[in-house]
């Protein structure tokens, strides 16, 4: 049973920084290509960041680009989402997910697995 469970979510002010965690189960996390998606009050899932298996490419979402990075260690068998510069406009819950695409996939449908999701909330 594939289980993925994200850490790291709260409280922080505008201008502040989290890093969200993720380590997932059942899974082999070598050859599985993670990411990162959002989804706010009343707003459509949306995609953050992803990662492939060697940690080599990533793709962002144009409204974290610069801001968010991910980066993985297949040693622990996790993935990161180290956030900066946060605004208001993150707040949402932040759900990690893995899937065995050969390409970071930026859609939903690219991935297999979800996390339940960890709560982000920025206050300005």
């Known amino acids: 049973q594939v289980q993925l469970v994200e850490s790291g979510g709260g409280l922080v002010q505008a201008g502040g920084s989290l890093r969200l965690s993720c380590t997932p189960s059942g899974l082999t996390f070598s050859i599985a290509t993670m990411g990162w998606f959002r989804q706010a009050p009343g707003k459509e899932r949306e995609f953050v960041a992803g990662i492939s298996q060697d940690g080599i490419r990533t793709n962002y979402g144009d409204s974290v680009k610069g801001r968010f990075a991910i980066s993985r260690d297949n040693t622990k068998n996790a993935v990161y989402l180290q956030m900066s510069n946060l605004s208001p406009e993150d707040t949402a819950v932040y759900y990690c997910?893995?899937?065995?695409?050969?390409?970071?996939?930026?859609?939903?449908?690219?991935?297999?697995?979800w996390g339940q999701g960890t709560q982000v909330t920025v206050s300005s």
């Open positions: 997910a893995a899937g065995y695409s050969r390409t970071v996939s930026v859609t939903s449908g690219g991935y297999a697995y």
